[in-house]
C-alpha cells in the first residue's frame, strides 16, 4: 500500500508541475515526498473562509504558471489530517502564510496578502538564494 501512495504522490506532482497548476496538499506524507524532492518549493497555508486568501489565489494561480522549476503546493486550515501535523509543526497561525522551502528546509516564512508582482519577487529570490 505504501507504494501506491507514493505512485499517486508522484503523479499528482508531475501533473502539477506539466499544468502549471498550484496543487493540494491532502496528507502530510504527500508534502513531505514533495518538499524532500523537490529543490524549490511554494507552500500556501490558508483557509477556505479566509477572504485575503481567496484574493490572493489568483496571483498565486498565475506566478506558478510562470515558474516551471518552482512547486507551488497549498495546505487547507479545513483539512483536518493537514492542519493537525503541519500547521502546528510549522507554526502557522494566520492566513494567508507562505512558507518557502529551499532543498526540503523552510527558508522563508512570509504572512499576508501578497500581489503577482510581489510573489514573482518572492519566487526570484527563492530562485536565486537571496
Not at 53 to 60: D, G, S, T, V
Request: charged share 15%; with cysteine.
Amino acid at each position: 500500500m505504501k507504494h501506491n501512495s507514493a505512485i499517486y504522490s508522484l503523479i499528482t506532482v508531475l501533473a502539477a508541475v506539466c499544468y502549471a497548476e498550484v496543487l493540494e496538499i491532502q496528507n502530510p506524507q504527500q508534502f513531505q515526498e514533495i518538499i524532500q524532492n523537490n529543490s524549490h518549493v511554494v507552500a500556501d497555508f490558508y483557509a477556505p473562509w479566509c477572504q485575503p486568501c481567496l484574493r490572493m489565489a489568483p496571483f498565486l494561480d498565475s506566478v506558478s504558471r510562470e515558474n516551471d522549476n518552482v512547486i507551488f503546493v497549498k495546505l487547507s486550515h479545513s483539512n483536518d489530517m493537514v492542519r493537525s501535523a503541519l500547521f502546528s509543526q510549522y507554526n502557522v497561525h494566520a492566513f494567508p502564510t507562505i512558507i518557502l522551502f529551499r532543498n526540503g528546509q523552510p527558508s522563508q516564512v512570509i504572512q499576508g496578502t501578497k500581489t503577482a508582482a510581489q510573489l514573482r519577487r518572492i519566487v526570484e529570490r527563492l530562485l536565486t538564494g537571496n
